[in-house]
C-alpha cells in the first residue's frame, strides 16, 4: 500500500531552479526518515538530502548551499528546493521513505521504500 511518487523533474539551464515533490501514501512522512537521492549516468544511487528526527536535515556537499529539503504535512508531501543547478545534477532524481522515526541519513540501506524516479537534466 505504501507508495511515493516524484514530480517536478525536467530540463532546465544552467543556473535555473526546480521543485520536486514527493507525494505519499500509505505511509506517514512525519513519522519516519525521509530523503532524496539521485543517480546520474555512470553513477551509483548517492544522498541528495535528508530529512529525520527532531527536524533535523542533512545535504551532500554537493547539495549544501543550492538545495532546500522541506515537507508539508498536512499534504504528506516532500519537496527539494533545488537552485542554481549544474549540469553535474543532471540525474534521476528518487525519494526515499524509512521504515521509521531515525535521524537524517545519506545511506541507501537505510530507507525501506522508494518513489520511481523523476528526471532532471541540466543543460549548458
Known amino acids: 500500500q505504501a507508495q511515493l511518487v516524484e514530480s517536478g523533474g525536467g530540463s532546465v539551464q544552467f543556473g535555473g531552479s526546480l521543485r520536486l515533490s514527493c507525494a505519499a501514501n500509505?505511509?506517514?512522512?512525519?513519522?519516519?526518515?525521509m530523503g532524496w537521492f539521485r543517480q546520474g549516468p555512470g553513477k551509483e544511487r548517492e544522498g541528495v538530502a535528508s530529512?529525520?528526527?527532531?527536524?533535523?536535515?542533512t545535504y551532500a556537499p554537493s547539495a549544501a548551499g543550492r538545495f532546500t529539503i522541506s515537507r508539508d504535512t498536512a499534504k504528506n508531501t516532500l519537496y527539494l528546493q533545488m537552485s542554481s543547478l549544474k549540469p553535474e545534477d543532471t540525474a534521476m532524481y528518487y525519494c526515499?521513505?524509512?521504515?521509521?522515526?531515525?535521524?537524517?541519513?545519506?545511506?541507501?540501506?537505510?530507507?525501506?521504500?522508494w518513489g520511481q524516479g523523476t528526471q532532471v537534466t541540466v543543460s549548458s
Open positions: 500509505g505511509i506517514s512522512i512525519d513519522t519516519r526518515r
Open positions: 526515499a521513505a524509512g521504515g521509521g522515526i531515525g535521524t537524517p541519513s545519506l545511506t541507501p540501506s537505510h530507507y525501506d521504500y
Open positions: 530529512y529525520g528526527f527532531s527536524d533535523r536535515i
